[in-house]
């Protein structure tokens, strides 16, 4: 008598094979969706500093001086100014922070836009998360120059 069995079912090669491709596109498809959040954060960023921008210079125009904090992007003078997310802004006016604790470095979370307001101009930062490590972009109005470019300071020239 001869036994006839016919075996079924993968080889344990064959299984170790099929998972090491899934893993390796596991981990391809992982790091292009966190390159993808990483420039989403960058451009609302952007996004809503240049917005802050607009309404902080419409400020300017009207009451002859940049909004002191986030509450100015709400005054009930200047309708212009009038930001839909001022939860987002953080203002500051000294190193340790007013409006939030420790210096603009602290908000690199890709929700907040830090703005500081200085005699003759005001200073604007967001982040850019496509870096290798998060840098702080400054956008300065008026006449505000930056200091630093990690966020923390910014001096007006008048």
Request: with cysteine; proline share 2%.
């Amino acid at each position: 008598m001869s036994n006839n069995i016919k075996s079924r079912g993968f080889t344990i090669v064959e299984l170790l094979i099929v998972i090491v491709v899934i893993a390796i596109l596991a981990t391809i498809s992982i790091v292009a969706y966190n390159g993808i959040q990483n420039r989403a954060k960058t451009s609302s960023g952007a996004s809503l500093s240049g917005q802050i921008a607009k309404k902080a210079e419409a400020y300017n125009t009207v009451m002859s001086s940049y909004p002191v904090d986030a509450a100015g992007f709400t005054h009930a003078d200047v309708p212009e100014a009038k930001l839909d997310n001022t939860a987002a802004v953080k203002a500051y006016v000294s190193g340790t922070g007013t409006g939030g604790v420790g210096a603009a470095a602290t908000y690199n979370n890709g929700e907040s836009i830090v703005y500081r307001q200085r005699t003759g101009g005001a200073c604007i930062w967001h982040w850019d998360f496509a870096a290798s490590t998060p840098v702080a972009v400054l956008k300065t109005l008026g006449a505000a120059t930056a200091t630093t470019t990690a966020g923390t300071g910014c001096t007006a020239t008048s």
